[in-house]
C-alpha cells in the first residue's frame, strides 16, 4: 500500500446523510474524503417521495446530482465503488483516544486494501444493511409495487387492496400505520409467530385480516404485483403493499472501536451525533431509530458536519 495520506474527516457512506455532511464540511474549509461502496438499500427504488424541491426524484439522481454539487469543492474527495476494509485509531496502544490528538486511520480498496488514509474525525453514515423476508419472488416486485417504507410510498398506494408481508414483532404496529392509507390491508406473517391474539383481535376490529400460513409465490407481471398465493391454497388479490425487513447495522470494518449500540444495533449517539468513541460520529439510518427518509438523513448529516466543525476547534456548541 501506498504512503498514507491524511484528512480532516473520513466520512464512511455516500448517502444523503453522508453526502450533505461533506458539502457542509467543504463549506467549513475541511478537507474531506467520503467513501462510497455505491450499493445503496434503496437500489431497487424507482422514485424516492418526501424530499421537498426533489419529491419524485430517482434515488441515483439524487445522490448524482450531490456528488455533481461537490465536485466544485476542491477541498472534498469522493471515491465510489470502494470500501472501508478496516478502521482503526491510529495510536491503538497510547490509552484513550482524545479527540484532535490521535487520528484514525483506515484501509481503503475495491477488494482488498489498496491505500491507507488517515483523519482527524470519522463520520459513519453507513446505513443499515436489509434482509426482506424469505419469500420466493419477492424481489421482483420490491421498490415497484412492494415497498418498506410507508412514509416514502403509501401516497401512491392509497386506497387499494394492500399488502403487509414480514416476520417481526412490530407487524401489528406496522399494519396499524399502514392502515391510514387504506381501508383494504391483509397482513401475512408468511408462517412466523409474530402477531398474538389481542393483537389479531385488534387489527380484525379496524378490518384487517392476519393470514398466517407461509407463502408460496407472488403472483404478478413486470414488477406490479397482482395476488399473494399461499401454502394453503388461498390467493388474496393486492394491488400492492408493503414488506417489513430486518435491519442490521454493518460496522464489520471497525477494528479496535467498539462504539456502543443499541439493542437493535443502531450506533447510539448523543443529539449531536457523537458517539461515546471521541472523534466517531454517526448520522443517518445508523444511528438511533428514527423515520427512514432520505431528508431526515440529510438533515442529521448537516448537523453532525456543524458539531464536528466546532468540535474540532474547541468551541461549545449548542447543537
Known sequence: MTETVPYDVLIIGGGPAGLSAALNLGRSLVRVLVIDADRPRNAATLNSHGFLTRDGVP???????????????????????????????????????????VRFEAEIGRREPETTVSARAVLLATGLRETLPDVPNLRGFYGMSLFSCAACDAWELQGRRLALIG?????????????RWTETLTVFTNGADVVNTAEEAELAAAGVAVLRHPIV??????????????ADGT??????????????????????????????????????????????????DAA?????????????????????????????TAH
Not at 438511533?288 to 461549545?316: C, F, N, S
Request: glycine residues 12%; charged residues 25%; hydrophobic residues 45%.
Open 59 to 101: 434515488p441515483h439522481e439524487l445522490r448524482r446530482i450531490a456528488r455533481e454539487e461537490l465536485a466544485a469543492y476542491p477541498n472534498i474527495e469522493v471515491r465510489t465503488r470502494v470500501r472501508v476494509a478496516a478502521l482503526r485509531p491510529a495510536d491503538a496502544g497510547h490509552g484513550s483516544i482524545r479527540f484532535g490528538e
Open 167 to 179: 416476520e417481526s414483532a412490530d407487524l401489528a404496529a406496522r399494519a396499524r400505520l399502514i392502515g
Open 217 to 230: 409465490e407472488l403472483v404478478g407481471d413486470r414488477g406490479r404485483i397482482e395476488a399473494v398465493r399461499l
Open 235 to 284: 390467493s388474496v388479490a393486492v394491488d400492492g403493499g408493503f414488506v417489513r425487513p430486518e435491519w442490521e447495522t454493518a460496522l464489520g470494518f471497525l477494528d479496535g472501536i467498539t462504539p456502543a449500540v443499541d439493542g437493535a444495533g443502531h450506533l447510539v449517539t448523543d443529539r449531536s451525533g457523537r458517539t461515546d468513541v471521541p472523534g466517531l460520529y454517526a448520522a443517518g
Open 288 to 316: 438511533a431509530p428514527g423515520p427512514q427518509q432520505l431528508i431526515v438523513a440529510a438533515g442529521a448529516g448537516a448537523r453532525v458536519a456543524a458539531v464536528i466543525v466546532h468540535d474540532t476547534i474547541g468551541v461549545a
